[in-house]
């Protein structure tokens, strides 16, 4: 499977998508409009090792609702992702069994590689 959990009003996101020219293989899913389900989140900690590794602590709401001093659990983070799609770290990208969770330099390199193999 080759899909992206990405935002399009996210500028960060677009210019990603744009960089990689992904084929049409990827199944792109914009997170605003079709909800992350529960299985899919899931599908995503399984790859990922945890729900922390796919939470978003950059997100406004993060702050907004000061829950850098509390003390959150992997239950936590899960509830707080399926509550609201702007605590997903994005892009997320699945291909085959590796996942790739964020906008850093060297995360969308290891995508680029992975799509040129």
Do not use: W
Request: a positive charge; aromatic letters at 10%.
């Amino acid at each position: 499977m080759k899909k992206v959990y990405y935002l399009k009003t996210c500028s960060t996101c677009i210019r990603i998508l744009k960089e990689l020219n992904l084929s049409s293989e990827f199944i792109l899913q914009d997170i605003k409009k079709e909800e992350i389900t529960t299985k899919q989140l899931e599908q995503m900690k399984d790859l990922a090792g945890s729900y922390e590794a796919l939470f978003s602590k950059r997100s406004k709401l993060y702050k907004e609702m000061d829950l850098k001093n509390q003390n959150l659990t992997e239950k936590d983070y899960k509830h707080y992702i399926l509550d609201h799609y702007t605590f997903l770290s994005r892009p997320v990208f699945i291909i085959e069994d590796a996942i790739f969770i964020g906008n850093s330099k060297t995360n969308v390199a290891a995508v680029k590689q992975v799509i040129n193999e």
